[in-house]
């Protein structure tokens, strides 16, 4: 069953085009590469699957309930509790906050005590405020963080704080899950462990994963489909054996004629 559709996706900024007629199926419970040369146009299209960006033309279409319903143009924020969870190719996290904060943070949308109840201090208010802490500290154990939830955010190592941005998308409960270069600037033994650590969250969560990703040998290890961006076009798509002796995509890497 299709999670995700992309149909003639376009963004243009002035006269440049950086995504140009993009077509993608994403079926449910898949991890999908998004590969490509620097200036690719990959995190622009993650920016207008996630409603950063409006597009200049096209559709994107999330099953919500069993139905395909447009999300394109929609703001990030009602996109996300449509179930679309995202992290950054430049970490941004609440670096003065507590770990466990980060986390909590990102619950707010599902919270049911009204503002009354909060500013009152009802009962049902701090049974609330319980079962949020437990679900966040679940979630920081899920990516071996939880011995650090009290430790502010930026005294964590840089691989932690990537760890820590997975975690706070989490929190917000989504179905598809973007990761933008979740491994730069990771040494090999980290690399490695955010490879078990996307699989571990992918079966355990039954999300959908895309992900952007410079690392091939992460990429061609993990992915089942690869979808490759030149100049914001779509120049192959299949699975990484396919993409490893593509023609295209090798000139594409290599700046010159496979």
Not at 9 to 31: D, H, Y
Not at 91 to 104: A, C, G, Q, S, Y
Not at 191 to 211: G, Y
């Amino acid at each position: 069953m299709s999670v995700l559709k992309v149909s003639g996706l376009t963004k243009n900024f002035g006269g440049l085009s950086a995504v140009s007629n993009v077509n993608m199926e994403i079926e449910q419970g898949e991890l999908i590469g998004l590969i490509g040369p620097n200036g690719a146009g990959k995190t622009t299209l993650f920016n207008l699957l996630t409603g950063v960006y409006d597009p200049s033309e096209g559709t994107i279409e999330l099953n919500v309930d069993g139905k395909m319903t447009s999300i394109g143009g929609k703001k990030p924020y009602v996109i996300s509790r449509l179930g679309v969870s995202r992290t950054f190719q430049n970490i941004r996290l609440f670096k003065e906050l507590t770990v466990l904060d980060n986390v909590r943070i990102a619950m707010h949308q599902s919270v049911k005590t009204g503002v009354i109840a909060s500013i009152l201090r009802l009962p049902c208010y701090y049974k609330e405020e319980e079962e949020i802490k437990k679900r966040a500290m679940d979630l920081l154990k899920t990516v071996n963080l939880d011995e650090h939830a009290m430790d502010l955010a930026k005294n964590l190592p840089y691989g932690k704080q990537r760890r820590l941005e997975i975690a706070r998308a989490l929190a917000t409960d989504p179905k598809i899950l973007f990761l933008d270069e979740p491994a730069a600037g990771m040494n090999p033994q980290e690399t490695a462990e955010l490879t078990q650590l996307i699989h571990d969250i992918k079966d355990r969560f039954h999300l959908t994963i895309i992900l952007i990703e410079h690392d091939m040998s992460l990429v061609m290890s993990i992915c089942e489909r690869i979808y490759v961006l030149d100049y914001g076009r779509l120049i192959a798509r299949g699975n990484p054996e396919q993409i490893k002796t593509n023609k295209r995509v090798i000139e594409a890497y290599l700046g010159e004629d496979a």
